[in-house]
């Protein structure tokens, strides 16, 4: 005998609820072991990516043993402003024009008019 359309969707429902159940159990199961790799190794959030300068774990491969690495903040130290508009924008001449010193020189403004002296 063929099983009928609510059948199979009652079977469907039924692995639905037991695949849930084993992704739950399977998943305290990694966390546990996750937590005892964080505490075996001391890893900290940052170790991880988890931290504010998503610092990258261990050196890379292929890395001088001995040699000491140099974590690099996003942003880097505080580039001074090259170029200043009347509204206050800034922009320290590195990487792509913003869009207003783009628009202010579509305009027929010169890139000196905006130069900090």
């Known amino acids: 005998m063929s099983k009928t359309y609510a059948q199979v969707m009652k079977q469907i429902d039924h692995l639905k609820a037991e695949a849930e159940r084993l992704r739950k159990q399977e998943i305290n199961g990694v966390v546990e072991r996750i937590r005892e790799a964080i505490q075996f190794y001391n890893l900290s959030a940052a170790d991880l990516g988890l931290g504010r300068g998503h610092a990258k774990p261990g050196p890379k491969a292929g890395a001088a043993k001995g040699r000491k690495r ?16 009347e509204n206050g924008n800034t922009w320290a001449g590195r990487g792509k024009r913003p869009i207003w010193l783009h628009q202010a020189l579509a305009a027929g403004r010169t890139l000196e008019e905006f130069a900090v002296k």
């Open 70 to 85: 140099v974590l690099r903040r996003r942003g880097g130290a505080a580039k001074v402003a090259k170029y200043r508009d």
